[in-house]
């Protein structure tokens, strides 16, 4: 059994909090304690803000490719800004969803700028530079401390091509293959898979996505026990 | 705590088998009562084979076009045949890789026809032609004898554009909104969501998939407890 655990009382993240620290000290109030194998996702949105990815809008002078592109799709042109900032290429913009590639090879709506569970009427957040290093510094962290190997999963929510509906999906990660082969495996009849690759990692940011939610639930942290 | 509990020693499903009194069975026999809200995900590849979605590709004649599509991608021209028959658009063919939007309104690849968990070294399943309809008679028998409202989804593995590695995703469901919004929720900081829109149904079935695997795992269906 895969147990999908999220850690309640979570405080509020502010810049420069030790996050790795708080989530120990969260899981002890929840009287959990981490098991070799563990997964802890961990939404974007208290990475960026504990990192300082975050942007105040009253700051950004917005270009004039930028202010008829918010035009164009009736949006704040300074958020079209900091998108366009954060983005290596536009890939589509139509009826005002603007799809860029981000600097990490990400292909998203608008870069993974957010406006949601920021604090401030006009705060943004960016994506993580490299979050694949957030999800090592809170796993070697928690490694030294509790002498756990567990693996950290950085999640976002992203909106899909051909599908109704966003769901959640891995950023980044450490101590943990985010892919896993079938390749070469027999199935019930003894047939030799040829291509099967899941996305573990994304599946279990989806799974973490069923209880962290995306408004004031505020359960940025999830557990997943048992996933073998 | 959201529970995601396979249920074991489910027995080979063959054509016209009543897949519902089946899972019945097994869920006694893994000692499981249903409660209410609980979901049931159901992989594709037993729906198609108990409602008889399989095709054994010797009675397959391809046509020129198939033929002329089998060779670019080094493919078996039944097969290919089969894609086309059951699409209703090409939408890419790039490096042997077909994807199609199939009757059902989806994109994926090969049309949904699979080779894998199929009985038979020259069989491929179609997807069912009413994965909802599928869904609703299992939900309607189960309740029909144990008084029990549960919602059922059908799970099928689809590879995604801009990513690595294939999710499981839901092709169909009964007694469950699929979609679940967020608009006009506030956030953390009392910011009001404008576009927030989750697909339940995907991140239960991509939850499901972590323990249903792709091989001969044999846990075709997957109990989900304690969602809200």
């Known amino acids: 059994m895969l147990k999908i655990i999220p850690l309640e009382q979570f405080p509020i993240i502010k810049q420069n909090d030790n996050l790795a620290k708080i989530i120990l000290q969260v899981l002890k109030k929840n009287n959990l304690e981490l098991q070799e194998n563990d997964i802890l996702i961990v939404a974007q949105s208290i990475i960026s803000r504990a990192e300082g990815w975050i942007i105040d809008l009253k700051s950004i002078e917005p270009s004039k490719f930028a ?12 958020h079209v800004e900091v998108i366009l900032q954060e983005a290596k290429n536009i890939c589509k913009y139509r009826n ?13 709506a608008n870069s993974g700028v957010d406006k949601s569970n920021m604090p401030g009427e006009e705060i943004v ?9 957030s999800a090592k510094k809170i796993r070697e962290y928690i490694k030294s401390r509790v002498k756990r190997d567990i693996a950290v999963i950085i999640s976002d929510t992203h909106n899909r091509p051909f599908r109704l509906g966003a769901i959640n999906i891995a950023i980044g990660c450490s101590g943990i293959n985010p892919l896993k082969s079938y390749v070469e ?4 009849f003894g047939y030799t898979l040829k291509s099967s690759v899941t996305s573990i990692a994304d599946q279990l940011c989806s799974a973490a996505g069923l209880v962290m939610g995306e408004a004031d639930e505020g359960k940025p942290v999830i557990l997943i026990r048992g996933f073998q």
């Not at 005002?96 to 998203?108: A, D, I, Q, R, S």
């Not at 957040?125 to 490299?130: A, G, N, Q, V, W």
């Open 125 to 133: 957040s960016l994506l993580p530079l490299d979050p694949d290093k």
């Open 96 to 108: 005002g969803v603007l799809v860029t590639e981000t600097k990490h090879g990400f292909v998203c």
């Open 185 to 188: 495996k027999k199935d019930l």
């Open 67 to 78: 202010i008829e592109l918010a035009k164009q799709g009736n949006k704040d042109p300074r």
